[in-house]
């Protein structure tokens, strides 16, 4: 899997983690929605850069065991079209 599939699910799994008690607690308290906000944008960050630091050591080990094999066309072929369908699903959800 690639990183930057690997990225998308992390930030899509934060984001559930962080946001469904976030919303939960919000529409239980609606005044109290500044400061959980906050503090979710916070967590947010946390768990985003520790997944960063996660996959860039086991990354990083896994080269250096010489386990990857070279990318051939197909796969940079199959990364720009994700990377295209990505964009355009960004587009239109934004």
Known sequence: MGFQEKNAWACGCSIL???MPYFGFVFSYPMAYIPL????VFALVA???GFH???SIATA???KSGAVPPTDELDR???LRAARL???VLAIVV
């Open 77 to 79: 072929i199959i990364e």
């Open 61 to 63: 080990s896994i080269r």
């Open 37 to 40: 906000f906050a503090i979710a």
């Open 53 to 55: 630091i996660i996959n």
């Open 86 to 88: 990505a964009g355009m």
């Open 17 to 19: 983690v962080v946001f």
């Open 47 to 49: 768990l985003l850069v």
